[in-house]
């Protein structure tokens, strides 16, 4: 009986040897040195990216080219609406179904309130407009939606729309190797370029 208890307890010790010794080489190999590996290799190949890909004006960091953020001025073309509040800390969709009331009755509420802004009927209103991105952030809208704020945001800078109707068509990026996504316009980088014509 005492023989049996001995080998027994020799052979815990030795089935948790293995997985004591492989634990530090997980956590500092894969848990730490990988993470900094990672981080130090795409600083070094992508520094624009690694920092956030900021966008700055006389010094100053204006924005991420993509994180989108509001603009409450009639002078500035608008992004999509944000699930998140614009908050990259809490970016997310909303999670409704297109079958929930509440969602129905917020976009409805959403494209009266475009429409009387950018001075259009609620079926000229684009679709990105009054709804909200996967990740809630997205920095595009679509050359549609930037199309039915020109005529705004050239009245408020004192432009003629034809000018601000070419810058739309300066920013629009063409989908990714001709074929990925859809062409797209970045508000926020179409924002400062009107800025920087004064």
Known sequence: MMMSTHVST????VSLRAPLLFMPVVLLGFGLLYSLAGAALGGLLFPHAATGSMIERDGKAVGSEWIAQPFDDARYFQP???????????AAGSNAARSNPDLRKRIEAAVAAVAAREGITPAQVPGDLVTTSGGGLDPHVSPQAAQVQVARVAKARGLEAAEVEGMVATYTEQPQFGVL?????NVLELNLALDARR
């Not at 020799?10 to 010790?13: E, H, Q, S």
């Not at 996504?181 to 316009?185: A, D, F, I, L, M």
């Open 10 to 13: 020799i052979d815990d010790r």
């Open 181 to 185: 996504g859809q062409p797209r316009v």
């Open 80 to 90: 999509r609406p944000s699930a998140a509040n614009y908050d990259p800390m809490a």
